[in-house]
């Protein structure tokens, strides 16, 4: 089992996605308790990035609406940095 450690700047950003997509908090709950389960699960459709982004994983939240989390994995500690849909990540 990961631990999921959160930093003030992710928060803020949760906050505001939340505050923006109210409907997504059940499947966003739901996503980080997957994740720090297993998260390599295969719901999550965990990936790594590329490019300048090579250091962090991305996972969907929901298919939809594309949104994603981006973290970091160090040591069985999962470090969310950004989240929002697509494009905005990107």
Do not use: C, W
Not at 48 to 74: A, D, M, Q
């Amino acid at each position: 089992m990961a631990e999921i450690l959160y930093t003030d700047s992710y928060l803020k950003r949760a906050r505001k996605f939340i505050k923006r997509h109210p409907d997504l908090i059940s499947q966003y709950e739901k996503t980080l308790k997957i994740l720090e389960i297993n998260p390599y699960h295969p719901s999550l459709r965990l990936h790594k990035l590329h490019g300048k982004l090579s250091e962090l994983y991305l996972v969907s939240i929901n298919i939809s609406y594309r949104i994603s989390i981006i973290f970091l994995i160090k040591d069985d500690k999962i470090i969310p940095i950004d989240l929002g849909s697509h494009d905005e990540i990107y």
